[in-house]
């Protein structure tokens, strides 16, 4: 029966990644309470004395009209608030394009699965809304599902762009054979095996294209709408980032010079610009997840000393571990001899094990050295049981899964 002090250490290596997981969700929930408090204490700061001058103008304007026009302030609010719910309907003062025909029906639906919802067009009818809520479960499902697969593809086209940089690189340095071609006889180049993207070179590349197509978008959309330049980039911003708050929105006049060619460069531009700051955001979150690990390991077994003395000492009284990788990686394989948790506890604990046990754990390390060299010799392993818990990014779902290990940063070889 192992001591109670290795039972108690293997306990808390089992329970180590759930509490890791819900320190790494209670630190974000902490940081992002922070970052609304901050944000809201900046904006207030900005737009508050904004706000309460556009009130006073608007009291004296309204009182002005009143007075002149001999109308009651009653019965001029009364007929405000009808303008209100004509804006609501999509009734504007100027002329504008209708709302509901099939082009404005189409650039409705299409803010709507994408999540953006401008709130310029909505629907008046007690059927248009029942519609809306079943069509946009389905439709935003299958937009999410799109802007996941379109990450996966430009994080595998990046990854084999960079790559080919780095091989060539590594042959212009001499490091790599003049006739080195991509292949299993010769995968196993000891620079390139296991060579993955840094996941600040990809967000360096995505933020700069995000960056480029914004100002091309807001190049056009100056030119056309006739907003200003800096309204135009915020403009890009809100709509890319789906955020969506309708105070600008393009292609709502009656028409447009060249209104065909306007109306597809739009949609090119929603669309790519949405995808490319889905992506960004994506691989912002990873940065973001390291630095929550980074801060957790800061604060790794501080609150208890005692159990980092003990995992120290055991350590250096069992410097070699024959089977340390297997217990690391999870690898199943088959060895003969026994090799259970009974001799498992005594060795940690420092006991003296039979030579017996020691050739069982030999022969565990023996097979997976000879299953290792099997890999580099026939190429990268594509699909190897690892615990992707060692770096603290577990699979995930969604766009993390995706990212999952195509990075050096998520990576489980790290």
């Given amino acids: 029966m192992p001591p109670r002090g290795a039972a108690g250490s293997c306990r808390r290596r ?4 759930l509490n890791e997981d819900n ?19 900046v904006f207030s700061a900005l737009e508050s004395p904004s706000e309460a001058a556009a009130q006073l103008r608007w009291n004296r304007t309204l009182h002005n009209f009143s007075r002149i026009f001999n109308i009651s302030l009653p019965e001029l609010r009364a007929f405000l608030r009808s303008y209100e719910a004509a804006m609501a309907a999509g009734i504007r003062v100027d002329a504008l394009r209708p709302r509901w025909d099939f082009p404005g029906a189409f650039y409705f639906v299409g803010t709507v699965v994408s999540t953006i919802g401008f709130g310029m067009t909505t629907p008046a009818t007690v059927a248009g809304k029942v519609f809306l809520i079943v069509y946009g479960l389905f439709g935003c499902a ?31 340095s001499g490091l790599l054979p ?11 180049v000891g620079s390139l095996v296991g060579w993955k993207p840094s996941v600040y070179h990809v967000m360096l590349i995505l933020g700069i294209f995000a960056i480029t197509l914004s100002c091309c978008a807001s190049a056009m959309y100056t030119a056309v709408e006739g907003w200003n330049y800096v309204d135009s980039l915020y403009y890009c911003f809100v709509t890319f980032s789906t955020i969506g708050f309708g105070d600008f929105v393009s ?7 060249n209104q065909g060619l306007y109306r597809f460069g739009n949609f090119i531009f929603i669309l790519m610009g949405v995808c490319c700051i889905y992506s960004l955001f994506n691989v912002i979150s990873i940065v973001i997840k390291q630095v929550l690990n980074w801060v957790l390991k800061k604060f790794e077994c501080r609150c208890c000393p ?31 001899g026994q090799y259970d948790s009974d001799t498992e506890g005594r060795r940690l604990s420092g006991e003296m094990i039979s030579m017996r046990e020691l050739t069982a754990s030999n022969k565990v390390s023996l097979a ?40 050096a940063e998520t990576s489980d070889s790290r």
Avoid: W
């Fill in 14 to 17: 089992r329970l180590a990644p």
């Fill in 23 to 41: 320190g790494r969700f209670l630190l974000l929930a902490a940081l992002i309470a922070a970052y609304l408090s901050a944000g809201a204490t």
């Fill in 142 to 172: 299958g937009t999410i599902l799109f802007f996941n697969l379109f990450l996966e593809r430009i994080i595998s086209l990046l990854a084999f762009i960079m790559k080919a940089c780095h091989e060539r690189q590594l042959r212009r």
């Fill in 178 to 188: 003049p006739n080195f071609r991509r292949g299993p006889a010769v995968s196993g």
């Fill in 251 to 257: 292609s709502q006049n009656a028409a447009y010079q």
């Fill in 306 to 336: 005692k159990c980092h003395k003990s995992s120290a000492r055991l350590g250096r009284r069992n410097a070699i571990t024959p089977g340390a990788r297997l217990r690391r990686h999870n690898i199943s394989v088959d060895a003969d």
């Fill in 368 to 407: 997976i050295l000879q299953k290792q060299l099997s890999e580099t010799a026939n190429g990268y392993p594509r699909n190897v049981c690892i615990n992707t818990r060692q770096n603290g990014f577990s699979a995930g779902v969604g766009a993390l899964a995706i990212m999952n290990n195509r990075l």
